[in-house]
């Protein structure tokens, strides 16, 4: 499954509910959302509707309510969004023509990204 990179308010949810790492109830969700961004039911509700649709959760009804699981872990999609910066870090300095000038005025980035791939090997 490809994925693709979330809006800065749907990847506020999935932060949220990668830090609860459990399955939630939408009620709770939306209680939390209300309180922590002064959300609106029908706010957090939409964004759970499209992080379905994307992949990123799936849904079980258990009698009047849906239960949201992560279908897509938080690490899955930092190894995604990190190569994709990198990637465009990269093009950048390409079409600049200063791909070597790119490299040394920004030798901690590539380091960290060089511990990145380390850690979850690239």
Same mark, same amino acid.
């Given at each position: 499954?490809? +994925?693709?990179?979330?809006?800065? @308010? ?11 790492? $459990? ?13 922590? =961004? ?31 699981? +992560?279908?897509?872990?938080?690490? $899955? =999609? ?14 950048? @300095? ?11 005025? =920004? ?12 850690? =979850?090997?690239?």
């Amino acid at each position: 499954m490809k +994925i693709n990179k979330l809006p800065h @308010a749907e990847l506020k949810l999935m932060k949220y509910i990668w830090g609860v790492d $459990d399955v939630l109830a939408s009620r709770d969700i939306i209680e939390d959302m209300k309180l922590k =961004y002064d959300w609106k039911k029908s706010t957090t509700l939409t964004f759970l509707k499209n992080l379905v649709d994307k992949g990123f959760l799936t849904t079980d009804k258990v009698d009047r309510c849906t239960h949201y699981t +992560i279908a897509i872990k938080e690490k $899955d =999609y930092l190894k995604v969004e990190t190569k994709s910066f990198f990637s465009f870090m990269h093009n950048f @300095a390409l079409h600049k023509g200063n791909t070597l000038e790119c490299n040394m005025r =920004y030798p901690i980035v590539y380091f960290y990204f060089y511990l990145f791939c380390i850690k =979850y090997r690239f």
